[in-house]
Nanobody, 117 residues
């Protein structure tokens, strides 16, 4: 099982980034997918979640209206479109795959997002 994030980097405040997370080694379409982030000295927090068939989404209050999570099951990939980025969005972003029926969680290695002028 592997989850590989990409798309992180340095962006100015107000800018945009799109993160990608490609999964392999499991039946991607059956898993709920989510993005978490962890800033230095802080706990990891849920940013956005998306159900396996894409019918249900949830977002942290801090990113509502700015971030969008979506998936392409044909490509085994989940995305996080981040707009109007703020310095407080700076963190390592991780994707997670979860299949509740098997109590199975898989994590990616993370990608750094830095929002700074």
């Amino acid at each position: 099982v592997q989850l590989v994030e990409s798309g992180g980097g340095l962006v100015q405040p107000g800018g945009s980034l799109r993160l990608s997370c490609a999964g392999s080694g499991f039946i991607f379409s059956r898993y709920d997918m989510s993005w978490y982030r962890q800033a230095p000295g802080k706990e990891r927090e849920l940013v956005a979640g998306l159900s396996s068939v894409g019918a249900m989404r949830n977002y942290a209050d801090s990113v509502k209206g700015r971030f969008t999570i979506y998936r392409d099951n044909a490509k085994n990939t989940v995305y996080l479109q981040m707009n109007s980025l703020k310095p407080e969005d700076t963190a390592v972003y991780y994707c997670k795959a979860r299949l509740a029926a098997l109590n199975a969680d898989y994590w990616g290695q993370g990608t750094q997002v830095t929002v700074s002028s």
